[in-house]
């Protein structure tokens, strides 16, 4: 008599669809993976300026002439805030909107659709 794993001498064939299903599982993953890490960086505080405050190179950059909850006035240009806005101090550190000012320095990014996505303080020189 013979054993459970051999059956009159032809191999087991593999069912494709749960071949199809693996697959298209194990690509999702990946690719849920991938973009989860690639949006992590994106919105991450820039660093690397040798005197402790974050590189950047910035869309718009001036004197803020306005700031309001929903944008900002910066080097004559008016600008809507993205919903998920971010603010950050002239070290890096996330700080809120309203601990910006009338006549503060300061740099925004752009997100593709045109909004501020990032609003940075400048540090004095």
Do not use: W
């Not at 001498?9 to 993953?29: E, F, N, Q, V, Y």
């Not at 002439?65 to 101090?89: H, M, N």
């Not at 550190?93 to 303080?121: N, P, T």
């Amino acid at each position: 008599m013979r054993g459970p794993s051999h059956r009159s001498g032809r191999r087991a064939r593999k069912d494709p669809m749960k071949k199809t299903i693996r697959c298209t599982a194990s690509l999702l993953i990946l690719f849920f993976t991938v973009t989860a890490f690639a949006g992590e960086i994106v919105s991450r505080p820039a660093s690397g300026g040798g005197d402790g405050s974050p590189s950047v190179k910035f869309h718009y950059m001036g004197y803020l002439a306005r700031i309001t909850d929903e944008g900002i006035v910066l080097a004559g240009k008016k600008l809507l805030f993205s919903p998920k806005v971010e603010f950050y101090s002239g070290t890096g550190k996330r700080i809120s909107r309203y601990d910006f000012d009338k006549g503060q320095k300061a740099g925004c990014l752009l997100g593709k659709d045109g909004r501020v996505v990032q609003l940075r303080e400048i540090l004095p020189d």
